[in-house]
């Protein structure tokens, strides 16, 4: 039955977390893996999930099934927090996913049912999964520009010119905040010359918003998504609650809709349930539970909004430390970016052999195309990572 299989090409990253875990070096540092690390280099469970998760277990009193769709509450509460509290929601609507991923996916088999021959336009670079997921819906795939490697910035000139050169129709994959993998995102002035270029050619927007509140903050970073809403008639959103509510492995996401009217917002998400239930018949539950109770209870919001700023404030500073250190160590400003940039992510302008060689002479783990965990950067030994790097230059 499976002789016939090629072998399969093993993820770079979760390849990478294994060679990292059997390495015994005591000072081995880990700037790969995509999870948020604290100061202990360890990826709690948040005070305000916990607590919420004592709630839902004294208080659940029921397994029975939750439908395709998932949970409502969850829904609303998600909607409000992408779309904003002010949000008109009649021409909204969501489905509760396995995770960002789970929500991407069954936004391209949509996306597939409704459009079957537009083509989708990733970053380049992108999110490494992004292009199997798309793939496996049959969606074309074609890139834009994004990253200028020179300038460690975004290239919106290259962007905005490759993407005029879109199909009417065609689908625009865009990272509403913190781009992953290079943390270079655009100015809301950029933003909305996208959303118009996206009016005038009639491009569909699918935002994929995996990092809410790692950026400049949760409203600051749906602004890219609320500004879009404000100036198109339809879009989608994959959200994702990993990593702003630390549930990684709870598999908790959101798919949304914004439709051109109601009907057609019904339509949407009903082709939407044949998809999951085709699928997986229905989402898991806890997370979305938990996060509902997060997001709904004043006093466990208040704790979460303040454990998620704190999240943010370290990667902020630990970004300004390795800036500085490496100004001082290399006596150059070359570095400076990774102060400006947002998120969890950034890269390095290094080469695969000085990669390799941090690693094997080091150990200091990156991915192979020189991105880096900013939580993982180390806040004791800042000293002695900047010296590894700046020797490798
Ligand atoms: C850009 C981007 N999108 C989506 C995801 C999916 O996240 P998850 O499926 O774990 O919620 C990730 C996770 O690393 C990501 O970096």
Known sequence: MFESLPESKPDA??????????????????????VYKDANGQTPVLTSVKKAEKILLDTQDTKAYVGPVGSRPFCAAMITQV?????????????????????????????KASKPNSAIWVSDPTWPNHIPVFKAAGIEMKTYPYYDADNCSVDFDAMMSTLKQANDGDVVLLHGCCHNPTGADLSIE???????MCAKKSLFPFFDLAYQGFGDGLEQDAASVRLFASKLPELVVAASCSKNLGLYRERTGAAMILAENNTNADKALGQLSVVIRSNYSMPPDHGANTTNLVLTDDALNKEWRDELEEMRLRMLRLRTAFAEGMRQRTNSDKFDYIAGQKGMFSRLPLNTQQIATLRDDNGIYLVGDGRINVAGLPEEGMDALVEAIASVL
Request: charged share 20%.
């Open 190 to 196: 950029q933003w909305g010359d996208v959303a118009d």
């Open 13 to 34: 990253i979760l390849q990478l977390m294994e060679t990292f875990r059997a390495d015994t070096r005591t000072n081995k540092i880990d700037l790969g893996v995509g």
């Open 83 to 111: 779309f904003g509290a002010q949000a008109q929601t009649d021409r909204i609507r969501c489905a509760q996913s396995n995770g960002g991923t789970g929500a991407l996916r069954i936004l391209a088999d949509l996306i």
